[in-house]
């Protein structure tokens, strides 16, 4: 967009929105279809910032449409009072695509409620009241949810005090907080996760471990599948239930149904949001049977969760993405992306770290020493806009590129988008 255009909106959203929270570009889109949207100046782009990793199957895809519009004609809202098909048609589905033995569900709105669920579902079941969470998280903006949120400090600014909570350090390997490389650190980070129970919490006060099995707003970090595995090992030893928040990478974002399905680890309570209904409000708490059926009548509770809407669009794309074979789609796509990537990254100084999984990838803005480059990707972000592609960024330094197309994407849109990026590293390596 050219800086001189200014939105028919600014001055509305100037005097309405608080500040507190922020958006991405400056202009109204007057429509969205598929990868692109159209905004009030007649210029279409392609959209690899998904709504902020929710448009899943694209914008308005004609199924979920579809599905939304029967649901509209019967049912809209039941607020817990009677029962509806399009809730438990969604339960007998996200049996299937969610991990392990997990099968009992609570819906909710949004992603902060998921997590909150999980959190609350922990605590009560166990009787116990510490959590342990991990730096550089991002669990959502609620007072539970700011408490164990450290991928910056801002979102806790005033806001104390909050739930008492215990860090351990996440497993980021290119920026490893103990200094050490993968290959000969034999999962030292581990140990520091261990020390939390030996020095500030006993074990038997810890109700649950809450951790992202890819870290999204952190940075999107994949941890190593050992640290994971050597996770769920350490739950089950010490009976303290695993929480994944699967808000961002949830629902096919990794081209499996769940970043779980990638470290063969399957949780004990999974917070699903974002993708699950295709832009629709929905999240859920979803967990094994054994739990959640000891969380019991009164403990939680929800006016809006689970709309008859919202489940009918989830229904939509998870058959969706199982008919059109999306997941294997995304993860063969993702391969080709990677390697551009990595080739850019040998080509250029400025970029210091290339990762990912699936529809999940990043591109970390750093120099050979790994200080970051935050106005070089705020470059990189503004120089795509103007060549037509919408990403958005991650990471408390602000120097990393988040990669977030729809499954629904074509080959050609994969190429159209790869193109740009490529087109632009050129550009603002000038
Ligand atoms: C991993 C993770 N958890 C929780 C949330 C909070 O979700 P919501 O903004 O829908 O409350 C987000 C949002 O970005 C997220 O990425």
Redesign the pocket.
């Known amino acids: 967009m050219s800086k001189q255009k200014v939105s028919r909106n600014q001055k509305r959203m100037e005097k309405y929105l608080t500040p507190a929270l922020g958006w991405d570009v400056e202009f109204t889109v007057d429509k969205a279809e598929g990868s692109y949207v159209t905004c009030e100046f007649g210029k279409t782009y392609l959209d690899w910032s998904s709504g902020?990793a929710v448009n899943i199957t694209g914008h308005r895809h004609p199924k979920v449409i579809e599905a939304v519009k029967k649901q509209l004609d019967t049912l809209v809202h039941s607020g817990c009072v009677y029962q509806y098909d399009s809730l438990l048609d969604l339960c007998e589905r996200l049996e299937k695509v969610t991990p392990g033995d997990i099968g009992m569900f609570f819906f909710s709105n949004?992603?902060?409620e998921a997590?909150e669920g999980c959190m609350k579902a922990a605590k009560f079941v166990s009787e116990r009241n510490a959590i342990i969470s991990y730096r550089g998280a991002?669990?959502?903006?609620t007072m539970g949810?700011v408490s164990v949120t450290t991928s910056n400090s801002k979102y806790t600014k005033h806001y104390t005090p909050l739930a008492s909570i215990y860090r351990a350090l996440y497993p980021h390997c290119y920026r490893c907080p103990l200094g050490l490389e993968l290959k000969t650190c034999d999962i030292a980070c581990f140990k520091q996760f261990e020390a939390i129970t030996k020095y500030e919490v006993p074990k038997e006060d810890v109700a649950a471990v809450l951790i992202?099995p890819i870290q999204?707003?952190g940075g999107y970090v994949v941890p190593p599948k050992e640290y994971m595995q050597m996770l769920r090992k350490w739950c089950d030893d010490n009976k303290v239930f695993l929480i994944f928040?699967e808000?961002?990478s949830g629902v096919a974002r990794t081209g499996k149904w769940f970043a779980a399905d990638h470290f063969g680890v399957t949780p004990d309570l999974l917070?699903i949001?974002?993708g699950v209904a295709s832009g629709f409000p929905l999240?859920v708490v979803a967990g094994r049977p054994s739990i959640m059926k000891k969380w019991l009548a009164g403990a939680h509770g929800t006016t809006f969760g689970g709309s008859p809407v919202s489940c009918a669009a989830a229904c939509a794309t998870i058959d969706l993405i199982e008919k059109e074979k999306l997941l294997a789609k995304a993860l063969k796509n993702s391969v080709k992306m990677l390697k551009c990537f990595n080739d850019l990254k040998d080509k250029y100084k400025f970029i210091g770290d290339i990762r990912g999984v699936g529809y999940m990838l990043a591109i970390e803005f750093a120099d050979k020493n790994k200080n970051p480059d935050k106005a070089k990707c705020e470059e990189f972000l503004a120089k795509c806009l103007e060549n037509g592609l919408i990403m958005i960024g991650c990471g408390a330094d602000g120097n990393i590129v988040r990669i977030l197309p729809a499954v629904t994407s074509t080959d050609a849109e994969i190429e159209e988008g790869l193109a740009i990026i490529e087109k632009t590293m050129k550009q603002i390596a000038k």
């Open positions: 902020t949004s992603g902060a997590v991002f669990h959502g903006r949810c992202e999204g707003e928040d808000v961002q917070a949001a974002k999240s």
